[in-house]
């Protein structure tokens, strides 16, 4: 994955990037942070079912810091509330602070969130909407649906 980030970002065009199911993993996901950061077009990064844990979500939050341009950050059916509450504290304090201020989507579906990650979501998400309303954020939708177990 990080050969794949390299070479990827001398591809100033990109705007889509779907990575689904390719065991991407936590090095993979901080290799692709970095992409975040450097494709000024990058307007949607879907990382689903890759095996990012609490580590390379934390990771990509900090791509997302920096990110201005991306709309859809997929994360479903990750272990990203597993191992760790880094990478979703991580996540939180971006959505609350307005970081990647096009953000309209943040999948988590099916990512192992506890009730505390999920109540620090609400609560980032109720503060970007108060910035949203103060500096024009696109309104942001996070998807956590918590999948039952059979």
Request: proline share 3%.
């Amino acid at each position: 994955a990080a050969e794949l980030a390299r070479s990827l970002a001398r591809v100033g065009s990109l705007t889509v990037l779907d990575l689904q199911a390719n065991r991407i993993g936590c090095a993979g996901a901080a290799a692709l942070a970095a992409l975040l950061e450097t494709s000024p077009r990058l307007h949607v990064l879907s990382l689903r079912a890759n095996r990012v844990s609490s580590t390379g979500a934390a990771a990509l939050a900090q791509g997302c810091l920096l990110a201005e341009r991306i709309s859809w950050l997929d994360l479903g059916l990750n272990p990203v509330g597993v191992g760790g509450d880094a990478g979703l504290r991580r996540l939180s304090t971006c959505l609350a602070t307005g970081a990647a201020p096009r953000l309209e989507r943040l999948s988590l579906d099916g990512s192992g969130l506890a009730a505390r990650h999920r109540q620090w979501l609400r609560e980032a998400h109720a503060a970007r909407d108060a910035l949203s309303e103060r500096f024009g954020l696109v309104p942001l939708e996070v998807v956590m649906v918590v999948l039952q177990q059979r």
